[in-house]
């Protein structure tokens, strides 16, 4: 079993930046690949960033790609998504996740999620 526990969200205006953490423990975590999902109300969960086991490899959404930065540190069992130029329909519930691949994370078939922090941004 993995829990995952995320951290960061809050409020901020649009064009600032906030930084998500997400802290891992129990099963060895430098073996998963790792994402970053979010929820806006009314509409599906999404796809934002994963991140392979090494670090080596990223993928970014589309609607998020040089502005949001996925990142990982095995040593310290953490993943980070750093999101810059922030804007309105940014706003969500964003969720940490992790998976065996990284092709599993992207299509959002993960074994572990965690319970999502809130980033709101205001116009």
């Known amino acids: 079993q993995v829990q995952l526990v995320e951290s960061g969200g809050g409020l901020v205006q649009a064009g600032g930046s906030l930084r998500l953490s997400c802290a891992a423990s129990?099963?060895?975590?430098?073996?998963?690949?790792m994402g970053w999902f979010r929820q806006a109300p009314g509409k599906e969960r999404e796809f934002v960033a994963a991140i392979s086991w090494s670090g080596d490899s990223t993928n970014a959404a589309n609607s998020v790609k040089g502005r949001f930065t996925i990142s990982r540190d095995n040593a310290k069992n953490t993943v980070i998504l750093q999101m810059n130029s922030l804007k309105p329909e940014d706003t969500a519930v964003y969720y940490c996740?992790?998976?065996?691949?990284?092709?599993?994370?992207?299509?959002?078939?993960?074994?572990?999620w965690g319970q999502g922090t809130q980033v709101t941004v205001s116009s």
């Open positions: 996740a992790a998976a065996s691949l990284t092709l599993r994370v992207i299509k959002g078939q993960c074994d572990y």
């Open positions: 129990g099963r060895t975590f430098s073996n998963l690949a």
